[in-house]
T-cell receptor
Framework: RKEVEQDPGPFNVPEGATVAFNCTYSNSASQSFFWYRQDCRKEPKLLMSVYSSGNEDGRFTAQLNRASQYISLLIRDSKLSDSATYLC??????????????FGKGTLLTVNP | NAGVTQTPKFQVLKTGQSMTLQCAQDMNHNSMYWYRQDPGMGLRLIYYSASEGTTDKGEVPNGYNVSRLNKREFSLRLESAAPSQTSVYFCASPSWSGTQYFGPGTRLLVL
């Protein structure tokens, strides 16, 4: 089983739609969780961290379920500018003060006018 | 504060040629990473350096070497390029909180 698995996508939605991305992780020792956004032909950039209690940043809501080892990202009222690939990222300690980041393969979202 | 910078942005090589990809960060981070990204494969870790003077293999190290020249710089070398190394290469450096800062990437085509 891969350490981080995401919906394969792609997702095509109209402007204004609500879209949800799911992600599961296999290593229960994982400690921190993130969603990254990658625009076409650009580098990945942090979208938001994911906290145990769930967190919201404007139209974006992230949820974490440690028992099910499941992470989600909800985008409300989607905009054309939300079109990008969304990467689920998991971080765990790999020994001493070293950490390992594992990236999901990403889910491509296209928001259509 | 430029963050993470990489050179070159684009490169075309012939099979068997060598080249070095350069990366530098000005955020005073200890760790630096090299990834490759291929369609359908996601980001795969090639090598990383947890601190100046140390380097370790990642998921796909074969065909590559690295040098952590100092705290700022981490280079990736292809000694004898192969078509399978055609990819987009990203250098990255994490903050203490775990945010991974990426460079703009190098697009490499090996013919």
């Amino acid at each position: 089983r891969k350490e981080v698995e995401q919906d394969p996508g792609p997702f095509n939605v109209p402007e204004g739609a609500t879209v949800a991305f799911n992600c599961t992780y296999s290593n229960s020792a994982s400690q921190s969780f993130f969603w990254y956004r990658q625009d076409c032909r650009k580098e990945p950039k942090l979208l938001m961290s994911v906290y145990s209690s769930g967190n919201e940043d404007g139209r974006f809501t992230a949820q974490l379920n440690r028992a099910s080892q499941y992470i989600s990202l909800l985008i409300r009222d989607s905009k054309l500018s939300d079109s990008a690939t969304y990467l689920c990222v998991v971080r765990r300690n790999s020994g001493g003060s070293n950490y390992k980041l594992t990236f999901g393969k990403g889910t491509l979202l296209t928001v259509n006018p | 504060n430029a963050g993470v910078t990489q050179t070159p942005k684009f490169q075309v090589l012939k099979t068997g040629q060598s080249m070095t990809l350069q990366c530098a960060q000005d955020m005073n981070h200890n760790s630096m990473y090299w990834y490759r990204q291929d369609p359908g494969m996601g980001l795969r870790l090639i090598y990383y350096s947890a601190s100046e003077g140390t380097t370790d293999k990642g998921e796909v190290p074969n065909g590559y070497n690295v040098s952590r020249l100092n705290k700022r710089e981490f280079s990736l070398r292809l000694e004898s390029a192969a078509p399978s190394q055609t990819s987009v290469y990203f250098c990255a450096s994490p903050s203490w909180s775990g945010t991974q800062y990426f460079g703009p990437g190098t697009r490499l085509l090996v013919l």
